[in-house]
């Protein structure tokens, strides 16, 4: 189980959705192994679903914004009756206005996009001014280096959802590395270096 493999991660996803593979059962298997914060993935559209991962041992529910629309802020609000965080995953400028608006304090934003299913690699980047800092930010989708993780330290973001490079690459040493990635505030200060800088 990847739990225990990569026992250095913050918090662990569990897939809960069929249609990916996943399963409810996944999750409660994760909370066994674990008792770390758990994120439930699921293509979430009804109250049930948050409460049956909150059943299941989630700390968190994924909440797709593209997916939800107006009824986003319904399920954040479902999400804090039973007891979990509602991150809101986001991909474009306005998607992440709308997360904020609607009140959201954690925001997983997406390099993937979930309509057409392309990698825009530097979309985080992007996105990333937009986020105040009292509001968690997650950057997720097509983060396979540890320098891709430290432009998003450096960004601004809080942390790194790293699942799929976990899964195919099945190496517990680039978690372990993954976490100790530090973000000093004299990092954003210092000037670039040019092959032949000493």
Not at 8 to 23: L, P, T
Not at 41 to 58: C, F, H, N, R
Not at 119 to 132: C, G, K, T
Request: proline share 5%; charged share 25%.
């Amino acid at each position: 189980m990847v739990a225990r493999r990569f026992g250095s991660a913050d918090a662990y996803s569990a897939c809960v959705d069929e249609s990916y593979g996943g399963s409810i059962e996944d999750l409660a298997r994760v909370r066994i192994a674990t008792e770390k914060p758990i994120l439930a993935k699921d293509i979430i559209v009804d109250p049930i679903q948050i409460a049956l991962s909150a059943e299941k041992g989630a700390s968190a529910v994924l909440l797709i914004a593209s997916v939800l629309g107006s009824r986003l802020e319904d399920l954040m609000d479902s999400a804090t009756l039973v007891g979990v965080e509602a991150a809101v995953e986001v991909h474009t400028p306005n998607e992440c206005r709308f997360a904020l608006n609607a009140g959201a304090t954690l925001l997983v934003v997406n390099n993937r996009d979930r309509l057409d299913g392309q990698l825009h690699s530097d979309q985080a980047l992007y996105v990333r001014d937009l986020i105040p800092p009292n509001v968690v930010a997650v950057a997720a989708g097509g983060i396979d280096s540890l320098a891709a993780a430290r432009r998003l330290a450096l960004a601004g973001y809080d942390g790194v959802m790293v699942g799929r490079k976990l899964l195919t690459a099945g190496d517990p040493a680039f978690a372990s590395a993954l976490r100790d990635v530090q973000v000093t505030p004299v990092d954003h200060f210092l000037p670039p270096r040019f092959d032949g800088d000493e």
